[in-house]
């Protein structure tokens, strides 16, 4: 096991991308409701705003 702790820079930049993709597979979905993708986009964004990273610029419309 490894004792390697990614930076924030690389922990930000992770949930960039896993919020991208959440946003990505909502929209192909149509939108329709999906409470476990909702759940996990949810706990993305807290995640993002924790660290101070304002989502409303990245959010796919």
Request: proline share 2%; glycine share 4%.
């Amino acid at each position: 096991m490894s004792d390697y702790m990614p930076s924030d820079k690389e922990m930000i930049n992770n949930l960039i991308d896993l919020y991208s993709i959440l946003q990505q597979i909502k929209k192909e979905n149509g939108n329709h409701e999906n409470k476990i993708l909702d759940y996990q986009i949810k706990v993305t964004i807290a995640k993002l705003s924790s660290m101070g990273i304002n989502v409303e610029d990245i959010t796919l419309n």
